[in-house]
């Protein structure tokens, strides 16, 4: 690989991370997971041995992996609710018809 090559490609990868964080603050998972994808298959053509790059990446996926934690834990209290909603009906509906 030539340098310029080689410094288009880290730009990218930079890039891709960078719009992956943004994707995951505005909670877009589709785009978060397109962003991924589309990384991953640069990484695995040239793995980077800039330490401030790799830093960056690291850093970022790690806010990406909390945000999506947090979404994760947010439809779960979320699917809770609606499960308590439903039970609380059905109870309802048990009693009255009774």
Not at 29 to 52: C, H, K, P
Not at 54 to 59: G, H, L, S
């Amino acid at each position: 690989m030539t340098t310029q090559l080689i410094s288009d490609t880290r730009k990218r990868v930079v890039e891709l991370t960078e719009r992956m964080g943004e994707a995951a603050r505005r909670s877009d998972w589709r785009e978060v997971q397109r962003l991924v994808d589309e990384r991953g298959a640069l990484l695995n053509r040239e793995i980077t041995d800039d330490e401030v790059t790799i830093v960056n990446i690291v850093r970022t996926d790690r806010a990406v992996t909390e945000l999506a934690a947090a979404e994760r834990d947010k439809i779960k209290k979320e699917l809770e609710k609606i499960s308590q909603g439903r039970r609380a009906v059905n109870a309802y509906r048990d009693n009255r018809s009774r």
